[in-house]
């Protein structure tokens, strides 16, 4: 087993039998539209997933919670920006409190590794 980035409380992520488990992501810029903080989870999850030698193509599931469910649609539109033609994971989103007000969205993926 391998740990990333760990921390006293958690790891950014956790590697074990070839598959990459993610903590979830959220926004750089609180309060900032759902563009934008989707933007930067997607961005760190890309960043996150190259430390741990994976990469989006090889994502297997994600969860996407947003803390208004009013911003799905916008999320989407990011979303399908960002990821691979044929090669979209698995996905559930769903609306739910977030830890910290200014952030309207946190994405938790999990991937095999490249």
Known sequence: M???????????????NDTVYCAGQVPE???????TQTREVLDAIDALLAQAGSDKTR?????VVLADIADFA??????DRWVVAGQGPARATIEGRLAD???RIEIIVTA???
Request: no cysteine; proline share 5%; glycine share 12%.
């Open 2 to 16: 391998k740990r990333i980035d760990a921390g006293p409380r958690m790891s950014e992520a956790t590697i074990y």
């Open 112 to 114: 095999a590794l490249a």
């Open 101 to 103: 007000p200014g952030w």
């Open 59 to 63: 994502i297997l599931q994600a969860q």
């Open 74 to 79: 916008g999320m989407n539109a990011e979303w």
């Open 29 to 35: 810029t609180k309060g900032a539209d759902i563009g």
